[in-house]
C-alpha cells in the first residue's frame, strides 16, 4: 500500500514523495494508524526501519489541525546529533506545512535557543539537560504539549537520563499522548516505560535482534594487535564508509590520529569535543569527506548515515543490545552491511551470547598473523576451530544472565538501584 492510505493532508505528502518513499515500512504500516487515533503507543522495530517519520507523520498532521504558535510536540532523544537529526527530518517531512520546529541540546549558544523558542515554534526535538535548562529559567513553554516521544526510548530510561525525564515529565501536560520508538527493549526497563503510557497500543516488528541485512564477524584478537588488525581490515577489505567504535573517548581520539597517519581519511567523534567540532565531524563523514569515522557509543543510537558500509567494534560494546545498535548503523533502509567485532579474552561472555543470538550470521574470521586463539581452560582453539566448533564449550565462562525485571515505577525508580547496564562512556 502507498502512503495515500493514511489519509494525511497532502503536503504531508508532498514532504513523502520528495525524501522519495514510494511505500510505508512496516513499522510505520503498523504504528502510523493508531497514532493517528491519539493513542499511546510502544514501537519496537529493527534499526534502520523508519521509526523517525512512524511518529514525525502523525506528529505533522494532528498539528496542522489546529491553530500555530505554541510548544505542541516534544521529542525526546538521547545524543545531540540524533536531536538535530530529527529537526532535520520533521524540516523536510513537514517542508510544506508551515509547521516550525527547533532542536535543543547542549554545547551550543542557549540565547540562540531562547530566541527561537520566542518565535513560535510548534515542534520541539530535544536532549533532556538543556531542556531542563530552559525549564528551569522559563524560557520554555511546555504547558500545551500534546504529544511525548522518547525515541531511543529504553536507553532515555538509564539511570544516566532517568531522573531528568521523570523531572521533564512533570512539566508536561497529564493528558497528553505519549509514544516510545526503539529497537531494544530490556525486560527491565518494560515496565517503567509502560508506566507512561496509558492503555498503549504494543508494536513489535520482527526480533529485536540485530537487522537481518547485516553480516556479522568475530575477530578474535588481543588487545595490543587491535590497531594492526583493523589497518590490515581497512587495506584489504571494500568499504565504502566505515564506522569504528571504542569503548573511551580517548581512545577514540587516538585510534583516528594513527589511522590518520597512515594515510587514512578520518575523523573522529566523542564527547570531548566541542559541539562545532562534533558538527564538522559528522557532516564530513555524511558527506563522504572522511571515509572512517572513530566514535564512542554517542555515535551508536538512532544515527543515519545510509551510505556506511561497515561497523567495525574496535571494542566490544557493553551489552548485547549496545551490539545492536552500533551495528544498526550499517544496513539501514534495508540496504546491507557488514558488523566487524574485535573480541579478546575479556569479551568472552558477550561474544557468546551474541553468537546464539546470531548463529549462522556470525562467524569467527581468522587473520593470519593478526588474530589468535582463545584459550579456554587447559585446551585452546584457534579462529579456524571456532567457527566450527562455536557452542559454549568454546568459551569457557558463563554468559551473564538477565535481571529479573524487578518491581519498578517511572515515579519511583531510584538511580542507585539500577543496574551497571550500558552506562557508555561517551
Ligand atoms: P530508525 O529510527 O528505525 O532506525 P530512521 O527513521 O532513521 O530509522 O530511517 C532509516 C532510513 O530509512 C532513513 O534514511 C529514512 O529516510 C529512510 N526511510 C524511512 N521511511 C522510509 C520509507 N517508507 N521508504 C524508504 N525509506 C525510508
Ligand atoms: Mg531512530
Known amino acids: 500500500m502507498s502512503f495515500q492510505k493514511f489519509e494525511l493532508h497532502e503536503k504531508i505528502l508532498t514532504g513523502v514523495r520528495m525524501l522519495g518513499y514510494q511505500k510505508p515500512t512496516p513499522i510505520q504500516l503498523q504504528a502510523i ?8 503507543l510502544m514501537g519496537l522495530a529493527q534499526t534502520g526501519t523508519g521509526k523517525t517519520a512512524a511518529f514525525v507523520l502523525p506528529i505533522l498532521q494532528r498539528l496542522m489541525e489546529k491553530p500555530l504558535g505554541r510548544i505542541r510536540a516534544l521529542i525526546i532523544a538521547p545524543t545531540r546529533e540524533l536531536s538535530e537529526q530529527t529537526n532535520e527530518a520533521i524540516g523536510q517531512l513537514g517542508r510544506k506545512t508551515k509547521l516550525r520546529s527547533a532542536a535543543i541540546y547542549g554545547g551550543v ?21 538543556r531542556l531542563l ?31 531528568d525525564v521523570r523531572k521533564i515529565v512533570k512539566h508536561l501536560p497529564q493528558k497528553r499522548q505519549t509514544l516510545l520508538f526503539s529497537a531494544t527493549m530490556p525486560d527491565d526497563v518494560r515496565s517503567l516505560a509502560m508506566d507512561l503510557l496509558q492503555s498503549p497500543v504494543n508494536i513489535q516488528i520482527g526480533h529485536t535482534a540485530p537487522v537481518m541485512t547485516v553480516e556479522h564477524r568475530f575477530y578474535p584478537v588481543q588487545m595490543g594487535i587491535k590497531t594492526a588488525l583493523l589497518k590490515d581490515i581497512l587495506e584489504k577489505t571494500e568499504m565504502e564508509s566505515v564506522l569504528v567504535f571504542t569503548r573511551t573517548k580517548s581512545r577514540a581520539k587516538s585510534l583516528a590520529m594513527q589511522l590518520d597517519r597512515s594515510g587514512h581519511k578520518v575523523i573522529s567523534l ?9 558538527k564538522q565531524a559528522l557532516d564530513g563523514f555524511r558527506d563522504g569527506r572522511y571515509e572512517i569515522m572513530v566514535a564512542t557509543d554517542i555515535a551508536a543510537r538512532g544515527i543515519d548515515v545510509t551510505r556506511i558500509s561497515h561497523v567495525i567494534n574496535y571494542d566490544m560494546p557493553s551489552t548485547a543490545d549496545a551490539y545492536t545498535h552500533r551495528i544498526g548503523r550499517t544496513g539501514r533502509a534495508a540496504k546491507t552491511g557488514d558488523a566487524f567485532t574485535f573480541v579478546t579474552g575479556d569479551d568472552l561472555a558477550l561474544a557468546h551470547s551474541l553468537k546464539r543470538m546470531l548463529g549462522e550470521k ?15 581452560g587447559s585446551s585452546k582453539k584457534s579462529a579456524t576451530d571456532m567457527k566450527s566448533d562455536n557452542r559454549r564449550n568454546s568459551f569457557a565462562r558463563p554468559t551473564q544472565t538477565r535481571r529479573k525485571p524487578k518491581q519498578r515505577s517511572f515515579e519511583n525508580a531510584n538511580r542507585s538501584s539500577w543496574s551497571q547496564r550500558a552506562q557508555s562512556a561517551a
Open 362 to 376: 556470525l562467524q569467527y574470521q581468522n587473520v593470519a598473523g593478526l588474530t589468535s586463539e582463545i584459550k579456554t
Open 109 to 129: 549558544s542557549i540565547h540562540n535557543q531562547i530566541n527561537r523558542l520566542r518565535g513560535n515554534v510548534e515542534i520541539i526535538s530535544a536532549c533532556p539537560g
Open 33 to 40: 494508524p493508531p497514532v493517528m487515533e491519539g493513542r499511546d
Open 133 to 163: 535548562d530552559h525549564i528551569e529559567r522559563g524560557t520554555i513553554d511546555l504547558s500545551h504539549v500534546e504529544v511525548l516521544v522518547l525515541d531511543e526510548a529504553d536507553h532515555m530510561f538509564d539511570m544516566g537520563f532517568l531522573p
Open 270 to 278: 566523542h564527547g570531548n569535543l566541542t559541539q562545532q567540532k562534533r
